[in-house]
């Protein structure tokens, strides 16, 4: 139980288009997502925090404009990088915790490149 | 301000060989410490975690680590490491007592020669 899945799993897309990435909890609710990123050799740095029905929180330095943020439902949030650059280029992770538990499940991650 | 921080970025051992990552937390009140896994292509996985409680916890695939609030540390171990272990492992903290976005150490590339 607890899998959360991404889609898709990498995407290559030219600089200036948007791109959306879906995070979906497969066998559970989930009402509160988060969104990582992770560049290249470095950790993950939470980006934002998604809830479902309202806003989402983003974290400092992020772009809410920029990194679009959509919970619509139990089991689905998505995230759309805008006017995409070779700098966004980068790992997007999503977690889910389930049942209010503090384990986080994760997304298998979607690797973006932008040329 | 909260963060995670491991000491080791790249381990390199011979299998049998014992592991300790170090991993050191700051966080202003109680936490929530996780170490996770990920193996190559995979998603990350939870090892272990610590809320409250016996400071030694043990996690999946013979690892432990021992809480140690003094130090302000959660070390992970491994008594004998198998090629198999290979990958990357994070240490991660959150505040305690909710479901809460995790703030990650930078991680810890293992290496087991065979």
């Known amino acids: 139980g607890a899998v959360v899945s991404q889609h898709p799993s990498w995407v290559i897309c030219k600089s200036g288009t948007s791109v959306k990435i879906e995070c979906r909890s497969l066998d559970f609710q989930a009402t509160t997502m988060f969104w990582y990123r992770q560049f290249p050799k470095q950790s993950l740095m939470l980006m934002a925090t998604s809830n479902e029905g309202s806003k989402a929180t983003y974290e400092q330095g992020v772009e809410k404009d920029k990194f679009l943020i959509n919970h619509a439902s139990l089991t689905l949030s998505t995230l759309t990088v805008t006017s995409a650059h070779p700098e966004d280029s980068s790992f997007y992770i999503c977690?889910?915790?389930?049942?209010?538990?503090?384990?986080?499940?994760f997304g298998q991650g979607t690797r973006l490149t932008v040329v | 301000a909260q963060s995670v921080s491991q000491h080791n970025h790249h381990v390199i051992l011979s299998e049998a060989a014992s592991l300790e990552l170090g991993c050191n937390y700051s966080?202003?009140?109680?936490?929530?410490l996780f170490w996770y896994v990920q193996y190559p292509g995979q998603h990350l996985q939870l090892l272990l975690k610590y809320f409250s409680g016996d400071p030694l916890v043990k996690g999946i695939k013979g690892f432990e680590a021992e809480f140690i609030k003094s130090k302000f540390s959660f070390n992970l171990r491994k008594p004998s490491v198998q090629w198999s272990d290979t990958a990357e492992y994070f240490c991660?903290?959150?505040?305690?007592?909710?479901?809460?976005?995790?703030?990650f150490g930078k991680g810890t590339h293992l290496i087991i020669q065979p």
């Open positions: 966080y202003g009140g109680t936490v929530n």
């Open positions: 977690s889910a915790h389930s049942g209010g538990r503090a384990e986080a499940f």
């Open positions: 991660a903290g959150g505040p305690g007592g909710g479901a809460d976005g995790l703030t």
